[in-house]
């Protein structure tokens, strides 16, 4: 879509819809095939079919086929598949339209409906992860890394003392297998850590096995929104110890007219070294520019020719001498180079097996739902995501250059939510819909026809007020937490050629 730009703030609201409307048709399809599943076993075992929706609420759209109403609802959050004789959803779907009393069902045939749904999620996730697993997920090297590349400055890392370039080996008596990302994962261990100390173990070069306990009480947990309001939108603060993956410095842009400019930096070149000192991370190269105080450096570049039928890479030293900005607020009036950093560094494609892609997100699924019912972590339903937080990580996503490839991991991760989320035992859901049969089944009659239709409205207000929850939660993600956007610095950063500048001899 990079011909929108050209159009201007035209193509800018036009690439704001496609990509809505690219965000509807990747959600609808989960919910369609979730419902398609529901459908499919409620014919095949018999059961009267009355509707068919996406979305709840007040229809947009409806059509009448062979006896069944299709339509499409008002409010997007999942969708249902009509079934007046599985138990009473009049709050949810409307009041049947049967004329005549219909037959009772067998709990048996009631739970082969309710499992059919969250059964074809898991089918689409595997057809998902085999997608994944032959055209490959992007990784950066700070999402899969266990190496320190960063120590905040007095952060709780800092005072424990955890030094960059230690390889984390488990947190709290959990291996880690990679720094970002769900179970296994360092941002996990420490975000459902519930002690008021983390117990690192690391492999420190030299030096060999370390623990380490760091303390969890940091940032403020218990800091209070600037105001009344803010506190329905702002999500509770999660606990972090002030430490970032390796990740070798990449050049996303170079300013024109700046030292990078001058010395010849060309966007992809990765720094690998400053003065002979390796580098795992931006910001080290940046602290140690700062302390040079404008002064000289020689830096290690890789440029890799992508262009080639082969990748090649070369390796050169480059001199490096930051300046001040010829016009720039007051904010950047110290030495700089003029690099426009890449969001997320080289990438590489992974190819994980299908099991492993299945695995990973529902223990991912099962070790939130144990730390939201533990009641000793950080983690609460305002952590939760609804159909809108959902809507905006897609909508991410597909602005990504790997589009595609990162919309199929994603939708692996979240169909096996959906199929487990579905399977809770919560009236309403399927697993409660299961529940319910098999306490019929136990019972040997019907459950009593008017106390169920109350348990299922209530369930069925408690959770549409749960979406309501977390959707003010998701709303404050994107316009006060994601309100707080930093002018690109090459819009505020302006260097003068050579002939130019003014003589500093």
Request: glycine share 8%; aromatic share 10%; net charge neutral.
């Amino acid at each position: 879509m990079q011909w929108l730009s050209s159009l201007g703030t035209v193509g800018e609201v036009l690439r704001i819809i496609i990509l809505i409307f690219e965000v509807l048709l990747v959600f609808n399809l989960m919910i369609l095939v979730h419902e398609w599943g529901h459908f499919l076993a409620a014919r095949w075992r018999g059961l009267k079919v009355e509707a068919f929706y996406i979305w709840f609420g007040k229809p947009l759209w409806k059509k009448t086929i062979n006896g069944v109403e299709y339509g499409l609802g008002s409010i997007p959050a999942g969708g249902f598949v009509k079934l007046p004789q599985m138990a009473p959803m009049g709050t949810i779907e409307g009041e049947s339209t049967s004329e005549e009393p219909l037959p009772p069902i067998k709990p048996l045939d009631k739970m082969i409906v309710a499992f059919a749904g969250p059964l074809f999620s898991f089918g689409l996730a595997c057809v998902f992860a085999l997608l994944v697993s032959w055209l490959g997920k992007p990784q950066s090297e700070a999402f899969v890394t266990t190496t320190i590349g960063y120590v905040v400055e007095d952060s709780p890392s800092a005072k424990a003392g955890l030094k960059a370039g230690d390889v984390i080996k488990s947190i709290d008596g959990l291996p880690i297998r990679r720094f970002e990302g769900f179970v296994d994962s360092v941002r996990w261990g420490v975000i459902a850590s519930e002690g008021t100390e983390i117990l690192f173990e690391v492999d420190r070069p030299g030096e060999g096995i370390k623990k380490i306990p760091v303390s969890a009480l940091w940032p403020d947990v218990d800091k209070k929104p600037s105001s009344w309001w803010k506190s329905i939108f702002e999500r509770p603060v999660l606990r972090e110890v002030g430490i970032m993956g390796k990740s070798t410095p990449m050049v996303g842009a170079v300013q024109e007219n700046s030292p990078a400019a001058d010395a010849g930096l060309q966007p992809n070149d990765e720094i690998l070294s400053v003065d002979g000192i390796p580098l795992l991370s931006p910001v080290q190269l940046r602290e140690y520019l700062e302390d040079k105080g404008g002064k000289s450096v020689q830096v290690l570049v890789r440029r890799t020719d992508k262009k080639a039928t082969t990748a090649q890479s070369v390796e050169l030293t480059v001199s490096l001498t930051p300046r001040i900005p010829d016009k720039a607020p007051p904010e950047y009036d110290r030495p700089m180079v003029g690099i426009e950093w890449h969001a997320t560094g080289e990438r590489k494609l992974a190819y994980p097996p299908v099991s492993e892609q299945i695995s990973d997100a529902a223990r991912s699924m099962f070790s939130m739902i144990s730390k939201l019912v533990s009641g000793n972590s950080d983690i609460s339903p305002a952590h939760m995501s609804g159909p809108v937080g959902i809507g905006r990580v897609y909508y991410n996503l597909l602005q990504d250059p790997a589009a595609l490839l990162q919309i199929l991991w994603f939708s692996v991760v979240l169909n096996i939510n959906l199929a487990i989320m579905n399977m809770l035992p919560f009236p309403v859901l399927d697993g409660g819909h299961i529940t319910m049969a098999i306490a019929e089944a136990i019972r040997r009659k019907p459950l009593h026809s008017r106390a169920l239709e109350w348990i299922q409205t209530a369930c069925a207000l408690t959770l549409f007020g749960f979406i309501f929850f977390v959707t003010f939660k998701d709303l404050g993600d994107i316009f006060i937490g994601g309100g707080n956007k930093k002018p690109n610095p090459s819009e505020e950063l302006k260097w003068l050629p050579k002939d130019q500048r003014p003589d500093t001899n």
